[in-house]
């Protein structure tokens, strides 16, 4: 049964970061100054409150329930039907948000290096991969993300630093050129990629170690304020760098790590970008496999969730590759319609459950 | 005859470019090593409800395998399909009122 398996706070605190800022690091800055342009940085302020508010909400109910999933604890809550009627669009969420991930390291390869390579090749591996660290559960999972999300900060720190050359302070003014709503739209964005996303570890508090449990709020909540400071120094380096143009670029990290020339020494040092979108990609793809087979595991109330691994695997691979009709399709879901997703899958049923949990705690 | 090689190659390409052949074997690649992987736990595994949640699972899979080895010929109805029809609009509406009309 998998509530054998026990982490303690900081490592839960790792993997959180991990889930936050794995992929997100690299494919935010660029859509993010496509929609905000300046004020990006200001976007990523407010959807990161928007994302402690639901963190708030998620420590809450864990407060309430430290033994529970999501799952059990809305089962508890709301009764057995409501939850089975509610997990619909969770479902479907985590199911989109495995493919777009996954999805997106096939773009990436595809359209900066292997060109004539077709999308199955990576995919195939990387949900192999993912599905076997998943079947090896979560302290296997806690232990080698912390050393590789290490490797990952070295890598974008360094590449930040020596860029430093190259920047224009001058480019963030003015900061919001066009008014309030570029930055609200920037903020609805980055709200659904990565902040609602939070929802994802409702179901993995309760395996934090419980007599050590008491950091955990602290820890949690440090994370995501790390997370918010690293995305906001990535997006404004990047600005700085290319001023109006950060926009356009699709992976901006990647095209900042190609301008690093210090004295012809170190050069060409992108692929380090590379790896670190590969690994944090498949990081969160593994955290969200992981999720979602538990979800349905709790949901039907079966006994190991690792039964169920292979095969949820196996229908994402497939979502990935007949899923979405055109680029334009996938451009439209991933920047206008994933925000509005996450708000009714993640967001509203965790508003809903804790509204639930507090006034039954205060009737009580 | 040249007709009859004409259509086997229609049949086989993709306007892609990828084989159906290559396609089918990218599918008996993934079911084979996943039947291979999982045998041995399944074995292992006690609970008749895992096993007909694994069956019921790997038989959703085919709703999508089959699409993926015929490609365009069959416009089924998807997640983005269900998603298309339940938030674009709306998302759509919410963009155009946060983004700034072009001078």
């Known amino acids: ?62 407060a309430r329930f430290p033994n529970a999933s999501y799952v059990e604890y809305s089962r508890k809550l709301i009764g057995s ?79 930040l630093l020596l860029a430093m050359e190259n920047y224009n302070p001058e480019f963030l003014v003015p900061v919001m050129p066009q008014g309030l709503k570029p930055v609200l739209n920037g903020a609805f964005f980055s709200y659904g990629f990565p902040y609602a996303e939070v929802f994802l570890f409702t179901m993995l508090l309760q395996f934090v170690r419980k007599p050590s449990g008491s950091g955990l709020n602290r820890n949690m909540l440090l994370s995501l304020l790390m997370n918010i400071l690293t995305l906001c120094i990535s997006t404004v380096c990047t600005i700085m760098l290319f001023g109006p143009l950060a926009g356009i670029k ?24 590379g790896m670190s979108l ?77 509204v639930v949990a507090f006034i039954r705690y205060r009737a009580k | 005859m040249e007709n009859r090689l004409y259509r086997v190659n229609a049949l086989s390409k993709s306007p892609g470019g990828m084989h159906v052949l290559e396609r089918i074997i990218v599918l008996l690649l993934a079911y084979g090593s996943i039947s291979l992987y999982d045998r041995s736990h399944l074995r292992s595994v006690s609970n008749r409800a895992e096993k007909a949640v694994y ?29 298309d029809l339940v938030f674009t609009d709306l998302a759509r509406r919410l963009d155009q009122m946060l983004t700034v009309p072009e001078p």
């Open chain 1, 250 to 273: 699709k992976y901006s990290l990647y095209e900042l790590a190609r301008t690093v020339d210090v004295q012809e020494i170190i050069t060409r040092i992108e692929s380090v970008i």
């Open chain 1, 1 to 62: 049964m998998d509530k054998l398996e026990t982490i303690n706070p900081q490592q839960i605190s790792v993997l959180f970061f991990t889930f936050m800022t794995g992929s997100s690091i690299i494919n935010i800055p660029a859509p993010l100054i496509g929609k905000a342009e300046s004020g990006a940085w200001l976007s990523l302020l407010i959807s990161g409150s928007i994302g402690m508010m639901l963190l708030g909400c998620m420590l809450y109910l864990h």
């Open chain 2, 55 to 83: 069956i019921v699972l790997m038989l959703a899979s085919l709703y999508f395998a089959i699409p993926y080895i015929f490609e365009s010929p069959i416009d089924f109805p998807g997640l983005y399909e269900l998603a």
């Open chain 1, 81 to 159: 039907w409501p939850t089975i009627i509610i997990s619909i669009l969770p479902l479907s969420c985590m199911l989109h948000m495995l493919t777009a991930i996954v999805l997106d390291i096939a773009l990436f390869m595809k359209s900066s290096m292997l060109r004539e390579t077709p999308s199955y090749a990576f995919t195939s591996l990387i949900y192999t991969v993912a599905a076997l660290t998943v079947r090896a559960g979560l302290e296997v999972m806690a232990r080698m993300f912390t050393i590789i999300v290490i490797f990952i900060v070295i890598f974008v720190s360094a590449v």
């Open chain 1, 278 to 354: 590969i690994a944090g990609s498949y990081m969160k793809a593994t955290i969200t496999l992981y999720v979602l087979c538990l979800f349905v595991a709790h949901l039907l109330k079966l006994k190991d969730y690792r039964t169920i691994v292979m095969p949820i695997a196996l229908i994402a691979f497939l979502n990935t590759l007949v899923g979405f009709k055109s680029d334009m399709q996938w451009v439209e879901i991933v920047s206008i319609v994933h925000p509005l997703w996450v708000t009714f899958a993640y967001s509203a049923p965790l508003l809903l459950v804790t």
